[in-house]
């Protein structure tokens, strides 16, 4: 099965800074790559996706990168501010199967 | 409005008692899914349903049951076999099983006194 690992398992940043959370997965097959934001006491949503016929997307001030040969993918966030203080989950699938998640990153961004 | 709405929000329960968490979705959705959440193990899967009347084994499905007689309705029980019950329990929906967005309920803590 899909085994995804996730690093760093927690990030502390200044206020404006970026940040950069990578994941790495096993199964070559694996075709759909979710990022999860869960803040304190709340539920995970889902902040960006990427799939595999592209390597990059942006949203404002995040962006996930793809390399397939590799088979890692990472998120990138500009401008940090407080709010984006959360634990980020990772993920992927290949498409039949379920989402498997990385242990989750706890961002901390400091003013 | 639509959503994904987990019962109740904290749940006490004493060793050796079975305990059913409740999840209702209205998004017509007929994908589910039960996730366990363990400070620093990521979500791991128990089980999932991709249509009514079937579910599948997750990764830690020892010690829970679930059932799916309606699409909009995927409860789980926590079983007395299973040896480490207490944790935060999230169920998901998407509209099917895969390459589509998840959406979770607000989670279930369990404790067992």
């Known amino acids: 099965g899909e085994n995804v690992e996730q690093h760093p398992s927690t990030l502390s940043v200044q206020e404006g800074d970026s940040a950069v959370i990578k994941c790495t997965y096993s199964?070559?097959?694996?075709?759909?790559f979710p990022w999860y934001k869960q803040e304190l006491g709340k539920r995970p949503q889902l902040i960006i996706d990427?799939?595999?016929?592209?390597g990059e997307k942006k949203d404002q001030r995040i962006a996930v990168t793809l390399n397939k040969t590799a088979k890692h993918f990472s998120l990138h966030i500009t401008e940090t501010q407080p709010e984006d203080s959360a634990v980020y989950f990772c993920a992927a699938t290949a498409g039949y199967s379920t989402l498997t998640f990385g242990k989750g990153t706890m961002l901390l961004v400091s003013p | 409005d639509g959503g994904i709405t987990q019962s109740p929000k904290y749940l006490f329960r004493k060793e050796g008692q079975n305990v059913t968490l409740s999840c209702e979705q209205n998004?017509?959705?007929?994908?589910m899914y039960w996730y366990r959440q363990d400070p620093g193990q990521g979500l791991r899967l128990i089980y999932y349903s991709q249509i009514v009347n079937d579910f599948q084994k997750g990764d830690i499905a020892e010690g829970y049951s679930v059932s799916r007689e309606k699409k909009e309705s995927f409860p789980l029980t926590v079983t007395s076999a299973q040896k480490n019950p207490t944790a935060f329990y999230l169920c998901?929906?998407?509209?099917?099983?895969?390459?589509?967005?998840?959406?979770f309920g607000q989670g279930t803590r369990l404790t067992v006194v």
């Open positions: 998004l017509n959705h007929d994908a």
């Open positions: 998901a929906s998407s509209i099917r099983s895969g390459l589509a967005e998840a959406f």
């Open positions: 199964d070559s097959a694996s075709n759909y």
């Open positions: 990427i799939r595999s016929n592209v």
